[in-house]
């Protein structure tokens, strides 16, 4: 891969009797999006706290842009920012106290400092706000001026633990355009998130966590070609349901299972591909009338059901 | 930009960070001015119920005004409110991940901890200027002179900080803010449980060791003798009430030394 920024390798953390990473291997190129994908439980925020600096590994180790998270710990800081699973910005302060505070704290001049404040509300819509206090924000404001507070000294790597869990659609698509833009200034982001259709939308590539393992990865593209398409037909008459089992079992090569009285669905094995043109012929040809026939990409819930759920019977 | 390499590059940002970080608590007071309204009325209240409603019933031991006698016993349970306030904010950074931001940022480690103590020494100086302002007005007065005063303000400054450094330990062993909230009624109790608004000597035998080695009787019983008002202890007291200022020297010096230690150490470790 070329160029990573981030890699961490055989990352072990144990709290006690929970073993939250087993062995986390990850590998972000420069500039790119990683998304990682895991259930509730899976060792995400572990992962990220680690990344970040804020707590070490039992074993393994990882290295933002070159340095070692734990003996370099000082560089690392300064190359990233950290949006944590829940806002960390003072609800006290006004949204441009905050901002003037966090610049201060990164040791910028106090002149430098509020310029950077200005330009940052200015730039993510946030000025009308600017001088009111941030207990009154929705959350979706609030979100979004912790997502900003990380951007005061430019970093690198931009770590965002379940950005946009909570938030209306409206306001997740807020954030989304945000973070489009900041990739698009060439900073690398490695995002956490629950919503598999935010890891389709903004992720260049997917790492698949779960017992504190990446279980897959690849593009999203890449994901949903290994579990196949997903072929739905529906019948203008459910008496030709035990025929059609029969055609749709001869092309896709696996059991359809009958969804309703006068519905079929099959998912193909990995890899095979069929055109709707023949599946329309086939089932003429044995005589069966389709309402519907619909071929589609499975989504990435589909494929994230189905990798956590294998590794589910393993264990 | 950030040279945190040397050790005088890195005192240096200690205190200029641990300054921007008292200045967050002026502008969160800024924000709130309920807040210092609230500074304003409790001191208030405080004099009129103890002073007027207790007053009335409690004889002074050798005589005086209960007034004269109260002042110091508020001046010490000012005083004592450092460690809940420094806790509940401990705590509150801790549970809001804003304690995690601060260490994800390439700031000094520990202006955290130093910064929320300086914060505090502000309010602490606010609410005694406050308070004095209280007890004038219901006719306290130091009486002893310029230098015994001053010498009993820089003990409750001193006792002050080193309570401030148990709230910064106390906030993160808790971490969490509702806990925080749910411990800081018990601050009430720890103050009453001294020689602040009553005498000690009518209190059962096991009561009145409690009460006698209470760093507030301590603090309170100094403050009595250098400002000059009744109630200073005659005959034969326990040593703390004896020997108050060396005891309140002593209590100061011991928190110190336990609980500096200490919170730097939770804190540099925290969720490591
Ligand atoms: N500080 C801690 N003390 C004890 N156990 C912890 C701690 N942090 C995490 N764990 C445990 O480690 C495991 C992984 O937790 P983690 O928070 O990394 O999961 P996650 O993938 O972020 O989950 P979620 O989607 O719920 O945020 C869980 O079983 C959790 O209970
Ligand atoms: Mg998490």
Redesign the interface.
């Given at each position: 891969m070329p160029d990573p920024i981030v890699v961490a390798e055989g990352l072990h953390k144990s709290f006690g009797d929970t073993q939250a990473l087993r062995g986390l291997d990850l590998n972000v190129p420069r500039g790119t999006v990683c998304g990682v994908l895991g259930p509730n439980g899976a060792g995400k925020t572990t992962a990220v706290?680690i990344l970040?600096?804020?707590?070490?590994p039992d074993a393994g180790h990882a290295r933002i842009a070159g340095y070692d998270v734990v003996r370099e710990a000082?560089k690392v800081?300064?190359r990233?920012?950290?949006a944590?699973?829940?806002?960390?910005?003072?609800?006290?302060?006004?949204g441009r106290?905050n901002l003037r505070?966090?610049g201060?704290?990164?040791?910028l001049s106090r002149r430098e400092a509020h310029r950077r404040a200005d330009e940052l509300l200015d730039r993510f819509g946030l000025t009308d706000a600017a001088d009111r206090?941030v207990a009154g924000y929705s959350g979706g404001m609030r979100r979004r001026l912790d997502l900003i507070?990380c951007l005061i000294?430019r970093p690198q790597v931009l770590f965002l633990d379940e950005p946009t869990t909570g938030l209306d659609p409206r306001s997740r698509g807020e954030i989304w355009d945000s973070i489009r833009e900041l990739v698009a200034d060439g900073t690398t982001v490695l995002l956490t998130t629950q919503y598999l259709d935010e890891a389709d939308q903004l992720a260049d590539d997917i790492a698949v966590v779960d017992h504190g393992q990446v279980i897959a990865n690849g593009t999203p593209d890449e994901l949903k070609a290994t579990i196949g398409d997903r072929l739905d037909v529906t019948l203008e008459d459910p008496a030709a349901l035990p025929a059609a089992m029969t055609v749709l079992n001869t092309l896709a090569g696996a059991d359809p299972t009958a969804t309703d009285t006068d519905r079929l669905s099959v998912a193909l094995p990995g890899g095979r591909r069929l055109r709707l043109a023949d599946i329309v012929r086939e089932l003429d040809r044995a005589g069966v009338a389709a309402a519907d026939v619909s071929l589609r990409r499975p989504t990435l819930d589909e494929v994230f059901l189905r990798l956590t759920d294998r590794e589910e019977t393993v264990r | 930009?950030?040279v945190?390499?040397s050790p005088l590059g890195r005192l240096r940002?200690t205190l200029?960070?641990g300054l921007?970080?008292v200045?967050?608590e002026v502008?969160?007071l800024r924000?709130?001015p309920g807040q210092i309204v609230a500074a304003l009325v409790f001191p208030a209240v405080m004099v009129v119920l103890f002073g007027y409603v207790f007053g009335s019933a409690i004889q002074v031991p050798g005589g005086g005004d209960y007034r004269e006698y109260l002042m110091p016993g508020l001046f010490a349970m000012v005083t004592f409110s450092s460690w809940l306030g420094v806790m509940t904010r401990m705590a509150g950074d801790a549970s809001?991940?804003?304690m995690?931001?601060?260490?994800?940022?390439?700031?000094a480690r520990l202006?955290v901890p130093f910064g929320q103590t300086g914060a505090d020494l502000l309010i602490g100086l606010l609410m005694l200027a406050i308070m004095v302002g209280a007890g004038l007005l219901v006719g306290w007065q130091p009486r002893n002179g310029l230098i015994p005063m001053t010498q009993a303000f820089l003990l409750m400054v001193v006792l002050r900080y080193a309570l401030s450094w148990v709230g910064v330990h106390v906030g993160l062993a808790v971490k969490n803010e509702q806990v925080a909230d749910v411990l800081v009624p018990l601050g009430l109790p720890v103050t009453m449980l001294s020689n602040a608004f009553v005498p000690t000597g009518g209190m059962p035998g096991w009561l009145r060791f409690l009460a006698d080695w209470n760093p507030v009787s301590a603090l309170t019983a100094a403050s009595r003798e250098l400002f000059g008002n009744p109630g200073a202890p005659s005959g034969d007291v326990a040593w703390p009430l004896a020997h108050p200022v060396t005891a309140v020297l002593l209590w100061s010096a011991a928190l110190l030394a336990i609980f500096v230690p200490l919170s730097i150490r939770a804190y540099m470790r925290g969720?490591?």
């Open positions: 706290r970040a600096t804020l707590s070490d000082g800081r300064e990233i920012g950290l944590g699973q829940y806002a960390a910005v003072d609800d006290k302060l006004t106290g505070m966090f201060r704290l990164s040791h206090q507070t000294l | 930009m950030t945190l390499t940002w200029t960070d921007t970080l200045g967050r502008g969160r924000q709130e809001r991940g804003v995690d931001r601060f260490r994800s940022m390439p700031m202006a969720g490591r």
